[in-house]
């Protein structure tokens, strides 16, 4: 199945959804070092990336009229900074919004479905109606905003959204329509190493029989404490010594509280994702050996930046809006000290494959690492998402 894929990043999503089926006729990403990461990684016949056929450039001067009714999906990660919780919160003002320009190109291309995803805080209270805003021009993406003869808007989102709503309340919708739901996903329920919530917006068009649910969550917390500390198949899985696990007495009282093993199957934690490296503060020459595993000094711990267990998902790797932040990217040991994760460790955090190929200085690197999408949840929502069309076809 074709797909076109908007502000790609550093590719977790695209990545993802081509491990789903999707074959990407149009890629699109105008910042520097991602066009360079995607490049490089585009031409190795191993990569996941091979022959994506790259569009360099802002999205908002690119045509998809000639796409047409030849794709099944369009998706994307629209700029997230406007919504952040991390960032300034502008939202209705933020120019660096650019879900008009992903609905624009599911108006030109009309797919028979679409994958979009943001922050979590674009669901909070504050965006309450932005948040509807959005949903609403993506299921009518032929309602669009008035403007004047050189494309200069005359009505604001307010006014906007007021007629897509009395448009939406119609009792027959005339153009195109899709149905569209969007939940709040956290990358650790489905098998990545990091407690990542992000919201996730589906869409299928109206004429396709599609029935569709978010995939319904394959790992726990809970599944996790009882491995820990109800069975220690965990500890035993690493080969942890008796005397280095953790005192029992000191169990959450979660974990004493369950009667039963949980059917899901654990969270992966960061031990998880890493063990087999070696760390490249203490064991530099090995790590040598490894592409993008080397260590970033300068990482200290103080409140509110404690870094990530070693033995619980990871925090959510963040790109920060004045470079990256010192809590999230680092990795907090069993004896307490800290260290900035490598490029490799995040990149394993977020399922990137390790043969892929990074772009960039370290610190440009984690940027590209903090904004992207986990791979595996990419392919997990792409792959049901792929079931549904091929079941419609």
Not at 18 to 29: D, H, L, Q, W, Y
Not at 271 to 292: C, K, S, T, V
Request: proline share 7%.
């Amino acid at each position: 199945m074709k797909s076109i894929e908007l502000f790609a990043g550093a590719g977790g999503l695209g990545i993802g959804l081509c491990r789903a089926g999707f074959k990407p006729t149009k890629v699109v990403e105008w910042n520097r070092y991602c066009r360079e990461t995607i490049a490089e990684n585009r031409a190795s016949k191993a990569s996941p990336m091979a022959g994506w056929p790259q569009v360099e450039g802002d999205v908002r001067h690119v045509d998809f009229r000639d796409l047409e009714g030849k794709v099944d999906l369009v998706s994307g990660g629209p700029p997230c900074q406007p919504f952040s919780l991390g960032g300034k919160h502008r939202a209705y003002d933020d120019t660096r919004d650019m879900f008009p320009q992903a609905i624009r190109a599911v108006r030109e291309t009309r797919p028979r479905a679409f994958v979009f995803e943001n922050v979590k805080g674009l669901t909070r209270a504050t965006f309450r109606n932005y948040f509807e805003y959005i949903r609403l021009q993506l299921e009518h993406p032929e309602v669009t905003i008035k403007t004047d003869r050189d494309g200069r808007p005359t009505e604001d989102w307010t006014e906007h959204l007021a007629r897509l709503q009395k448009h939406a309340t119609q009792s027959k919708y005339p153009g195109l329509h899709y149905h569209v739901v969007a939940q709040v996903l956290n990358a650790a329920d489905y098998g990545v190493p990091q407690k990542r919530e992000r919201v996730i917006f589906v869409g299928f068009r109206s004429d396709v029989d599609a029935n569709w649910s978010f995939p319904v969550a394959t790992h726990s917390a809970d599944a996790l404490l009882w491995a820990q500390y109800r069975s220690e198949d965990y500890w035993d899985a690493h080969e942890v010594a008796k005397r280095a696990r953790p005192d029992l007495s000191a169990a959450p009282a979660r974990a004493l509280a369950l009667k039963e093993k949980p059917i899901e199957l654990a969270w992966r934690t960061v031990r998880d994702a890493i063990a087999d490296l070696p760390d490249p503060e203490f064991e530099p020459e090995a790590a040598a050996e490894i592409a993008y595993h080397r260590f970033q000094p300068g990482a200290r711990s103080y409140p509110g930046h404690t870094g990530s267990p070693l033995d619980e998902p990871a925090k959510t790797l963040k790109a920060g809006v004045h470079g990256v932040p010192g809590g999230e990217n680092m990795l907090a040991r069993p004896d307490g000290s800290v260290r900035y994760f490598s490029v490799r460790e995040s990149a394993r955090l977020q399922t990137f494959p390790d043969s892929f190929i990074f772009h960039g200085a370290w610190g440009e690197v984690m940027r590209q690492l903090g904004n992207a999408v986990p791979v595996r949840l990419a392919e997990v929502i792409g792959k049901d998402v792929a079931r549904k069309l091929r079941y419609a076809a």
